[in-house]
């Protein structure tokens, strides 16, 4: 086991050798890595701009069904426990009344899931054509600078300067 341990201690030492050799160049031995900020593209796209404004359309409409399906619920409700108050149900009537109410309240948990799936997958289907667009500029970019590696900006731990390829791919991608 202590054979191991030194084995994968003077393995480690000579791979971080290796790459602190070349400590002023963001390349590994005439590798370039790069870097992008999604966070400065992707809300520039008009692909992106177009898509948030027809889903927020499209949320503000659903939100408005199921609010105008909660008022009709309501309205059932306050009329129902008015004649209660009233006396003029049996208790036969009241207990088809609870359990009518029960299932409307049913069906509005059901209606309010459904359209959340709904949004997540329109969602997802306004997304994908943006996010592959991006994605293939973003190939043909790393190919064209000879780029190994491309990694999104917030997810490097630490960076000594390195190449940000950002505005090479907002010009590929036609944003100013």
Same mark, same amino acid.
Do not use: H, W
């Given at each position: 086991m202590r054979i191991i341990c030194k084995i994968f201690t003077l393995?480690?030492?000579?791979?971080?050798?290796?790459?602190?050799?070349?400590?002023?160049? #963001?390349?590994?031995?005439?590798?370039?890595?790069?870097y992008v900020d999604p966070e400065q593209i992707i809300?520039?796209? #008009?692909e992106y701009i177009r898509a948030k404004e027809e889903f927020e359309s499209l949320k503000s409409k659903m939100q408005s069904e199921l609010e105008a399906e909660q008022g009709k619920a309501q309205s059932y409700y306050a009329n129902v426990m008015?004649?209660?108050q009233q006396g003029s149900m049996? #208790? %036969?009537?009241?207990?088809?009344?609870?359990?009518?109410?029960? /299932? @409307?309240?049913?069906?509005?948990?059901?209606? %309010? @899931?459904q359209m959340?799936?709904? @949004?997540?997958?329109?969602?997802?289907?306004?997304? /994908? #054509?943006?996010?592959?667009?991006?994605?293939? %500029?973003?190939?043909?970019?790393? /190919?064209?600078?000879?780029?190994?590696?491309?990694f999104d900006k917030k997810m490097m731990l630490y960076s000594e300067g390195g190449i940000d390829a950002t505005p090479k791919l907002k010009q590929k991608l036609g944003i100013k």
């Amino acid at each position: 086991m202590r054979i191991i341990c030194k084995i994968f201690t003077l393995s480690s030492l000579l791979i971080l050798m290796s790459c602190t050799s070349e400590k002023s160049s #963001p390349s590994i031995k005439g590798q370039k890595i790069a870097y992008v900020d999604p966070e400065q593209i992707i809300p520039s796209m #008009p692909e992106y701009i177009r898509a948030k404004e027809e889903f927020e359309s499209l949320k503000s409409k659903m939100q408005s069904e199921l609010e105008a399906e909660q008022g009709k619920a309501q309205s059932y409700y306050a009329n129902v426990m008015s004649r209660v108050q009233q006396g003029s149900m049996s #208790p %036969a009537q009241q207990k088809q009344e609870e359990e009518k109410l029960m /299932k @409307m309240q049913e069906n509005l948990q059901k209606k %309010a @899931m459904q359209m959340e799936e709904q @949004m997540v997958a329109k969602e997802q289907e306004m997304t /994908k #054509p943006m996010y592959d667009k991006f994605n293939e %500029a973003l190939k043909e970019i790393a /190919k064209s600078e000879g780029y190994i590696y491309v990694f999104d900006k917030k997810m490097m731990l630490y960076s000594e300067g390195g190449i940000d390829a950002t505005p090479k791919l907002k010009q590929k991608l036609g944003i100013k």
